[in-house]
C-alpha cells in the first residue's frame, strides 16, 4: 500500500523540485552560504512573533493512506467524527497531527481538511477524540521508559480536558493498536483516523493492520508532527549524510518552521463528544492513570524510573527554558562535547523522544537568540544538531525501513570495512554480561555505561566513544551490534 499525499502536497513537491539548486558539495558539518542564508531567513521569520499564523496545516505534511478516497466525497452531511491515534508525538501544544485532527473535524470530517476550504454551512463540524493505544511490551521498554510515557499522557489527558472545556474525548486503550483502533473507529462510524508519523517497521506495521481493518467510509492520514520539515517532503530518497540533506533541509525551512496556531482555537466550536451519538455509542470515561502506571511499573521492575527528570510537556517546556537562558546557551557551542560540563547540553532528548516536546517549538524558541553575538554560535549548533542530524536519522529508517537496525543498512563502503578488519586481534574482548556490568578495564567507558544504567541518559559526546569501544571489544561487528540492540 503506497500513501496518497493530500491534494495539494504533489503540486507543492513539483514546484519545490522546479525551483532546487544544484545540490551542495560540501563536506563534513560545514554548509554554503547559500544554505546559512536560507536558515538565516528562516529563524528571521521565526523571529517574528507578530506575523499571521495560518490555521491550517501545510498539505505537504499529511498523507493519505487510505485507498478509497472518494468515500470522504460521497460522505452525508452529518459525517462521523474524528479520531486522532496519539503514538509518537505525546502533547498537546504545538502538534501538527492534532491540529490537521481538529481541521478535519472543523470542516465537517473525512476528507474536507485535505481539499480548498467549503463554504461554512456545506458540512457542520463533527466531535473529536484523541486515542493512545498502550501496548503491553514496546521494545523492550522497562517502567523506566513506560512511566516517564504514561505521566506525560496524564498530565496531556487532564490538560486536553481543560483546553477544550471537556468537549474532546480522550481514549487509553489497551491491547495491540491494529484491534483497538479499527474497533473505536467502527464502535463511533468515525469518518477519519488521523495518526503521526514514525518512520519504524513495528509503526508501519501497526498502521497496515489498522489500515486493512478500517471501514471503507473512514479515511485515515498520516501526519508528520516530529520532523521540521516533513521526512518525505525534505527528499525522496536515503541521503548519504548531513552534507547532503543539510541543503535540502534548508531550501525549505521557509516553508515549514512557522509559527503554530493554538491548540485551544483550533479546538473551539468543535461539538461536545459526550452529547453526540458517537459519545452515545462510545462515551470517554477517564483512565484510572494510577493502577495503569502501577502495572506498568510492576511489568518493567528491572529496569526502574529515574527521579531526576520530571515527565510531561510542562516540565519539557520549563527545561527548554532552562536551556536558553543566554549564560547557559552561550556554553553550548564550545563545550557540549565535554563531560566534564553537562549542563551545557540541552538535555532535551527524553522530551523530544517521548514526543512531550516538538523540535519545532525549540528550534522557534531557540532561533530567537539568534541576533546576539554571545549565543548566535550555539543557536546554529544546537539547529544543526536539533533538524539537521535529528532528522537524518528519520530519513535514513524511512528509506532504508528492512535494514535500519542490521549490518545490511549500513554503507557499503562500511561494510567493506568492517569485514576487512573483522578477523583483526583484538586487546580485550568482552561478553555482554561483563560490558553490562561496566566490567572492563577502560574507567571512562565504565563511568559512561553507569550513567546511563542509574540515569537513564548518557552523555552525547561518550555515547560515540561508548559504541566504538563495543565495536573494538567484539569478536566480530554482528556481535558488537547485537549487544546494542
Not at 535540502?248 to 463528544?273: M, V, Y
Request: aromatic share 8%; with cysteine; glycine share 6%.
Amino acid at each position: 500500500m503506497a500513501p496518497k499525499s493530500a491534494p495539494a502536497a504533489a503540486a507543492a513537491r513539483k514546484k519545490r523540485k522546479a525551483k532546487a539548486e544544484p545540490e551542495s558539495s560540501s563536506e563534513g558539518n560545514s554548509s554554503s552560504s547559500s544554505d546559512d542564508d536560507a536558515a538565516a531567513t528562516a529563524a528571521g521569520s521565526a523571529d517574528d512573533a507578530t506575523r499571521k499564523v495560518e490555521l491550517r496545516v501545510n498539505p505537504s505534511r499529511v498523507r493519505l493512506l487510505s485507498e478509497t478516497p472518494a468515500a470522504a466525497a460521497a460522505a452525508p452531511r452529518d459525517s462521523g467524527p474524528v479520531i486522532l491515534w496519539m503514538s509518537r508525538d505525546q502533547r498537546l501544544d504545538d502538534n501538527w497531527a492534532l491540529l490537521f485532527a481538529a481541521q478535519l473535524a472543523a470542516a465537517g470530517g473525512g476528507g474536507a481538511a485535505a481539499a480548498p476550504p467549503a463554504p461554512a454551512a456545506s458540512r457542520a463540524p463533527v466531535p473529536l477524540a484523541v486515542a493512545f493505544s498502550l501496548v503491553p511490551a514496546f521494545l523492550g521498554a522497562g517502567a523506566r521508559q513506560f512511566g516517564f510515557m504514561l505521566r506525560g499522557l496524564e498530565e496531556l489527558e487532564a490538560r486536553l480536558a481543560e483546553v477544550s472545556a471537556g468537549r474532546v474525548a480522550f481514549f487509553l486503550l489497551e491491547g495491540d493498536p491494529t484491534e483497538t483502533l479499527p474497533a473505536l473507529a467502527a464502535s463511533t462510524a468515525a469518518s477519519a483516523l488521523v495518526t503521526d508519523f514514525s518512520p519504524l517497521r513495528l509503526s508501519r506495521a501497526w498502521k497496515r493492520g489498522v489500515l486493512g481493518k478500517l471501514s471503507a467510509a473512514c479515511q485515515m492520514y498520516e501526519v508528520d508532527a516530529h520532523n521540521v520539515v516533513p521526512c518525505w517532503a525534505a527528499t525522496d530518497k536515503r541521503e548519504v549524510g548531513a552534507r547532503t540533506l543539510r541543503p535540502k533541509i534548508h531550501r525549505l525551512l521557509p516553508e515549514f518552521l512557522t509559527e503554530f496556531p493554538r491548540t485551544d482555537a483550533a479546538l473551539s466550536g468543535l461539538p461536545d463528544w459526550s452529547s453526540s451519538a458517537a459519545g452515545k455509542q462510545r462515551a470517554a470515561a477517564r483512565p484510572e492513570w494510577d493502577a495503569v502506571i502501577e502495572r506498568a511499573l510492576a511489568a518493567g521492575a528491572a529496569v526502574p524510573e529515574v527521579r531526576w527528570l520530571e515527565p510531561g510537556a510542562a516540565a519539557a517546556a520549563r527545561a527548554l527554558s532552562a536551556f536558553l537562558e543566554p549564560a547557559r546557551l552561550k556554553r553550548y557551542a564550545t563545550k557540549r562535547n565535554d563531560p566534564c560540563d553537562p549542563e551545557a547540553q540541552s538535555n532535551l532528548s527524553p522530551y523530544l523522544h517521548f514526543g512531550q516536546l516538538g523540535a519545532q517549538r525549540a528550534a522557534l524558541e531557540a532561533a530567537k537568540h539568534r541576533k546576539s553575538s554571545s549565543t548566535r554560535a550555539s543557536v546554529e549548533a544546537f539547529l544543526e544538531e536539533l533538524v539537521v542530524r535529528k532528522e537524518l536519522s528519520d530519513n535514513f529508517c524511512h528509506f532504508e525501513p528492512d535494514g535500519y537496525d542490521s549490518l545490511d543498512g549500513a554503507a557499503a563502503w562500511a561494510r567493506e570495512s568492517l569485514e576487512l578488519h573483522s578477523s583483526d586481534p583484538r586487546e580485550f574482548t568482552y561478553s555482554r554480561e561483563q560490558l553490562e556490568g561496566a566490567r572492563t578495564h577502560d574507567d571512562l567507558w565504565n563511568a559512561s555505561q553507569k550513567q546511563l544504567v542509574h540515569l537513564g541518559k548518557m552523555h552525547g559526546f561518550m555515547r560515540m566513544y561508548w559504541c566504538k569501544k563495543i565495536l573494538e571489544w567484539s569478536a566480530r561487528p554482528s556481535e558488537a551490534l547485537a549487544t546494542v540492540r
